[in-house]
């Protein structure tokens, strides 16, 4: 397993990307801005878009993992990375989130 940050052609993962944000004008909002970490394991299966917003606040704006991978333990392995590249950098991190108790539970924990 290696997780990478990805600083170029970021809309090749759009398959993934639509998963978490089902609007691709609302992707483009952020998607360049954003800092990309993939998580490969040997090929893809998460990732996820964190954006600084100011004031030491950053925001997790998209984070996703295939269908036939989730439930793995992917996409924890991936927010423990980003937690880490964090540290020092923001003092408090935003995820917006619907109303699925499954996605609610997972950012509960």
């Known amino acids: 397993m290696r ?11 759009l398959d993934l990307l639509l998963l978490a944000d089902e609007q691709e004008d609302m992707l483009d909002r952020y998607l ?9 394991d040997p090929d893809l299966k998460s990732l996820c878009v964190l954006t600084d917003e100011g004031g030491g606040v950053c925001e997790l704006k998209n ?8 439930g793995q333990g992917y996409a924890t392995r991936l927010l423990e990375h980003v937690f880490r590249h964090c540290q020092g950098k923001y003092s408090s991190m935003l995820v ?4 699925n108790p499954r996605t609610l539970a997972f950012y509960e924990r």
């Open 63 to 70: 984070l996703a993992t295939y269908v036939e991978y989730q």
């Open 3 to 13: 997780i990478e940050k990805i600083t170029e052609r970021k809309k090749r993962f």
């Open 96 to 99: 917006g989130t619907g109303e």
């Open 32 to 40: 360049e801005r954003g800092e990309m970490f993939a998580l490969f």
